[in-house]
């Protein structure tokens, strides 16, 4: 309803001006740029649904921010417009479409260039000197920060050629530099700076230049507004006609002194401009300066004057943003899942929306401390996260956006899936012992786990669907073609009660169920035969014993060697192992010899053959070799070239020492490359690893 529609939009211009106020004003930002982005969006939606409701002071009419009042205000000699951004490839593709058709023709050739996520500054230079540097500002009028920019020593002073000059860049700090900035800040006891960019402009507005001088603060300029010879009899100011290309700029630029960033690329056309977004999504995270996307713009000076401007953005140019990492949407439910471990999770239903990526429709809140923490309520509009491939998270809930129909959630008293009753804590004999190398992670996990409710009913249906997913996962069982709908199918179908069900199931059983035909059928019974030679160290972890994870389980499997040794070992024999506590060693004590377990294990033994660890490590050619992983290969993943290590008795760490045998560097390596250099540490290249793998 257009009621609704407006009441939503005034709360969002008043949201978004006062973030303006705080990111340009105050250089206090509250929330990331993804999130002011997304709210900036569904704002400008909302305005295209409902032209009416567009009013002249609205934050999509205007240029840019507010100046800050402590220092002097300049006037830009030409105009700071902001680029539109876009977001994939496909509103990359509309934008083109746009631009051809305004030019009036098909051949249009770009210029990519980094996005670097600092602060904006416009320098003005007056017979060769400089006279001004300024922030941008609102786009017209900024701040005259000249005194700081002086001590920037990527920032000539002088030029080599007597022209009246205004050029545009981008003032950057190191994260090197941010690390060493917040230590000192947090000495001090002063808040430390959220990212490079808040440091970046918190430094240039010190109004001390010699406070400034000692933080190393970088640019890079991309652009020149205004060029004229003073030689010249013309009087307006205006881009000599000599530059016909964006790419011309940048070389002068360069013989101007000024330092230009070396990764721009022209390009042909919009797919190659695609080619060097995906290039640098994937290095994005190994320059010393923030990258947050990329900036293309028409190669042809002319073309890119004959486009001009909207009203407040560049026709000739655009910012393609990486995906977002955060993000705004509204919680449309809240719900509780049950874990194969009876935990009962409280999930938020979302509002899709795109972040780094891929759709998110939902995110889990962890236990009922998490959602008094957030406060966050059905109906509320709140602020998602998501770092690579990482599950998203909602970190923070915008109460500013409230309408007061918003619900509390209380979790339920009875299990939502079988209704037995639920209680909050864990469920589980408690412990005050040591748990090894890991206590410190344990303890942390134990606290998240008694602020949990579970569902008090050990044969719950949800749990023993959960168990049986967990089993057949590409982490446990690994049996391809074995889906949650597929076991869900099974188990309602009554075909599979337990684990060891699957290794029981037949053609003639499979065939006749819907979504399987013959082939399908044989593909799956293939899948479940490929499962029975398997790792110690995967059948624990596929059999879902509370506390035994990944880690543990490889710890468990190499200290034993055999399925046999575990099941006769006693409490005081699996806690003794380092960085396996008593908690985990009851845990796995108790599953085994529970008399329902026992029989279980005893039907898996018929079909599953585990390869004894010990004595088979003793024999293989990477045994007690360490290795450390880093950057990207281009033949396997690096959970594959983990496993694979492994399976040749290697082992991997995450951190390189004088201990490590050897450091496998793929491409864009990280930091652990230096490290391996400086402590001599044998480096392998990705031919020599796949030579070491198979010789």
Same mark, same amino acid.
């Given at each position: 309803?257009?009621?609704?529609?407006?009441?939503?939009?005034?709360?969002?211009?008043?949201?978004?001006?006062?973030?303006?106020?705080?990111?340009?004003?105050?250089?206090?930002?509250?929330?990331?740029?993804?999130?002011?982005?997304?709210?900036?969006?569904?704002?400008?939606?909302?305005?295209?649904?409902?032209?009416?409701?567009?009013?002249?002071?609205?934050?999509?009419?205007?240029?840019?921010?507010?100046?800050?009042?402590?220092?002097?205000?300049?006037?830009?000699?030409?105009?700071?417009?902001?680029?539109?951004?876009?977001?994939?490839?496909?509103?990359?593709?509309?934008?083109?479409?746009?631009?051809?058709?305004?030019?009036?023709?098909?051949?249009?050739?770009?210029?990519?260039?980094?996005?670097?996520?600092?602060?904006?500054?416009?320098?003005?230079?007056?017979?060769?000197?400089?006279?001004?540097?300024?922030?941008?500002?609102?786009?017209?009028?900024?701040?005259?920060?000249?005194?700081?920019?002086?001590?920037?020593?990527?920032?000539?002073?002088?030029?080599?050629?007597?022209?009246?000059?205004?050029?545009?860049?981008?003032?950057?700090?190191?994260?090197?530099?941010?690390?060493?900035?917040?230590?000192?800040?947090?000495?001090?006891?002063?808040?430390?700076?959220?990212?490079?960019?808040?440091?970046?402009?918190?430094?240039?507005?010190?109004?001390?230049?010699?406070?400034?001088?000692?933080?190393?603060?970088?640019?890079?300029?991309?652009?020149?507004?205004?060029?004229?010879?003073?030689?010249?009899?013309?009087?307006?100011?205006?881009?000599?006609?000599?530059?016909?290309?964006?790419?011309?700029?940048?070389?002068?630029?360069?013989?101007?002194?000024?330092?230009?960033?070396?990764?721009?690329?022209?390009?042909?056309?919009?797919?190659?401009?695609?080619?060097?977004?995906?290039?640098?999504?994937?290095?994005?995270?190994?320059?010393?300066?923030?990258?947050?996307?990329?900036?293309?713009?028409?190669?042809?000076?002319?073309?890119?004057?004959?486009?001009?401007?909207?009203?407040?953005?560049?026709?000739?140019?655009?910012?393609?943003?990486?995906?977002?990492?955060?993000?705004?949407?509204?919680?449309?439910?809240?719900?509780?899942?049950?874990?194969?471990?009876?935990?009962?999770?409280?999930?938020?239903?979302?509002?899709?929306?795109?972040?780094?990526?891929?759709?998110?429709?939902?995110?889990?809140?962890?236990?009922?401390?998490?959602?008094?923490?957030?406060?966050?309520?059905?109906?509320?509009?709140?602020?998602?996260?998501?770092?690579?491939?990482?599950?998203?998270?909602?970190?923070?809930?915008?109460?500013?956006?409230?309408?007061?129909?918003?619900?509390?959630?209380?979790?339920?008293?009875?299990?939502?899936?079988?209704?037995?009753?639920?209680?909050?804590?864990?469920?589980?004999?408690?412990?005050?012992?040591?748990?090894?190398?890991?206590?410190?992670?344990?303890?942390?996990?134990?606290?998240?786990?008694?602020?949990?409710?579970?569902?008090?009913?050990?044969?719950? =249906?949800?749990?023993?669907?959960?168990?049986?997913?967990?089993?057949?996962?590409?982490?446990?069982?690994?049996?391809?073609?074995?889906?949650?709908?597929?076991?869900?199918?099974?188990?309602?179908?009554?075909?599979?009660?337990?684990?060891?069900?699957?290794?029981?199931?037949?053609?003639?059983?499979?065939?006749?169920?819907?979504?399987?035909?013959?082939?399908?059928?044989?593909?799956?019974?293939?899948?479940?035969?490929?499962?029975?030679?398997?790792?110690?160290?995967?059948?624990?972890?596929?059999?879902?014993?509370?506390?035994?994870?990944?880690?543990?389980?490889?710890?468990?499997?190499?200290?034993?060697?055999?399925?046999?040794?575990?099941?006769?070992?006693?409490?005081?024999?699996?806690?003794?192992?380092?960085?396996?506590?008593?908690?985990?060693?009851?845990?796995?004590?108790?599953?085994?010899?529970?008399?329902?377990?026992?029989?279980?294990?005893?039907?898996?033994?018929?079909?599953?053959?585990?390869?004894?660890?010990?004595?088979?490590?003793?024999?293989?050619?990477?045994?007690?070799?360490?290795?450390?992983?880093?950057?990207?290969?281009?033949?396997?993943?690096?959970?594959?070239?983990?496993?694979?290590?492994?399976?040749?008795?290697?082992?991997?760490?995450?951190?390189?020492?004088?201990?490590?045998?050897?450091?496998?560097?793929?491409?864009?390596?990280?930091?652990?490359?230096?490290?391996?250099?400086?402590?001599?540490?044998?480096?392998?290249?990705?031919?020599? =690893?796949?030579?070491?793998?198979?010789?």
């Amino acid at each position: 309803m257009e009621s609704d529609a407006k009441d939503r939009i005034e709360k969002l211009r008043t949201e978004i001006r006062r973030h303006d106020r705080l990111y340009y004003a105050l250089d206090a930002p509250e929330i990331s740029d993804e999130a002011y982005d997304a709210l900036y969006r569904e704002l400008s939606a909302l305005e295209a649904q409902y032209p009416t409701l567009i009013t002249p002071d609205s934050p999509t009419r205007r240029v840019g921010g507010i100046p800050a009042k402590e220092f002097k205000k300049t006037k830009h000699k030409v105009p700071q417009w902001s680029f539109d951004n876009v977001f994939d490839f496909g509103e990359l593709t509309k934008w083109d479409e746009r631009v051809k058709k305004l030019a009036k023709t098909s051949l249009i050739e770009y210029v990519a260039e980094l996005k670097i996520d600092g602060l904006k500054i416009v320098l003005t230079y007056e017979h060769g000197m400089l006279v001004t540097g300024a922030t941008r500002g609102d786009g017209v009028i900024g701040e005259d920060v000249t005194g700081n920019i002086r001590t920037i020593r990527s920032i000539p002073l002088s030029l080599p050629e007597e022209v009246d000059m205004v050029a545009v860049g981008e003032v950057w700090l190191p994260h090197s530099e941010l690390a060493r900035i917040n230590n000192e800040r947090k000495k001090e006891g002063e808040p430390a700076f959220a990212n490079t960019r808040n440091a970046a402009a918190g430094s240039l507005r010190q109004l001390d230049p010699r406070v400034v001088a000692k933080r190393k603060l970088d640019s890079f300029v991309y652009d020149i507004d205004a060029l004229q010879s003073i030689k010249s009899i013309k009087s307006k100011v205006h881009k000599v006609e000599s530059l016909r290309t964006q790419e011309e700029e940048l070389r002068m630029l360069e013989r101007f002194g000024f330092k230009v960033n070396p990764h721009h690329r022209v390009c042909k056309n919009i797919e190659e401009v695609e080619v060097f977004y995906k290039e640098w999504a994937k290095k994005k995270g190994k320059q010393e300066y923030g990258i947050d996307g990329i900036v293309v713009k028409v190669n042809d000076c002319s073309a890119q004057e004959a486009l001009g401007y909207t009203g407040k953005s560049p026709r000739f140019g655009i910012a393609y943003k990486f995906p977002a990492e955060q993000t705004t949407t509204k919680v449309e439910n809240i719900f509780v899942q049950v874990g194969r471990t009876g935990a009962l999770t409280p999930v938020a239903a979302l509002a899709p929306v795109r972040i780094a990526g891929s759709t998110v429709r939902r995110a889990t809140l962890h236990n009922e401390d998490e959602i008094k923490r957030l406060d966050v309520r059905i109906g509320d509009t709140v602020i998602l996260q998501k770092a690579g491939d990482v599950i998203p998270e909602i970190v923070r809930v915008l109460p500013e956006l409230r309408t007061g129909k918003e619900k509390i959630f209380h979790m339920p008293a009875k299990c939502p899936v079988c209704g037995s009753p639920v209680k909050k804590g864990t469920i589980g004999r408690p412990s005050s012992a040591s748990v090894g190398v890991r206590s410190a992670q344990f303890r942390v996990r134990q606290q998240a786990e008694s602020a949990a409710h579970y569902c008090t009913n050990k044969k719950c =249906f949800a749990q023993e669907i959960e168990n049986l997913i967990h089993f057949v996962s590409k982490k446990g069982m690994n049996i391809d073609g074995l889906g949650e709908k597929i076991v869900e199918q099974l188990v309602n179908e009554g075909l599979v009660s337990d684990s060891a069900d699957f290794y029981e199931l037949s053609l003639a059983d499979l065939k006749p169920l819907e979504r399987f035909a013959e082939k399908s059928a044989e593909n799956l019974i293939h899948a479940i035969e490929a499962s029975e030679k398997v790792s110690l160290q995967k059948f624990l972890f596929a059999l879902g014993i509370r506390h035994v994870g990944e880690e543990t389980a490889e710890l468990i499997a190499e200290h034993f060697g055999t399925l046999a040794k575990i099941r006769s070992a006693d409490v005081g024999n699996i806690d003794a192992i380092e960085g396996v506590g008593e908690i985990m060693a009851r845990s796995l004590y108790e599953w085994i010899h529970d008399k329902k377990n026992e029989s279980l294990l005893d039907r898996l033994m018929k079909f599953v053959h585990i390869q004894n660890l010990k004595s088979r490590i003793q024999n293989l050619k990477l045994s007690g070799k360490t290795f450390v992983l880093t950057g990207t290969l281009s033949s396997m993943s690096r959970d594959e070239a983990k496993a694979k290590i492994k399976s040749l008795g290697g082992k991997v760490t995450g951190s390189v020492s004088k201990e490590t045998d050897y450091v496998v560097v793929g491409e864009d390596p990280g930091l652990k490359f230096k490290t391996a250099k400086d402590l001599s540490v044998a480096i392998l290249a990705e031919k020599e =690893f796949l030579k070491l793998l198979t010789k």
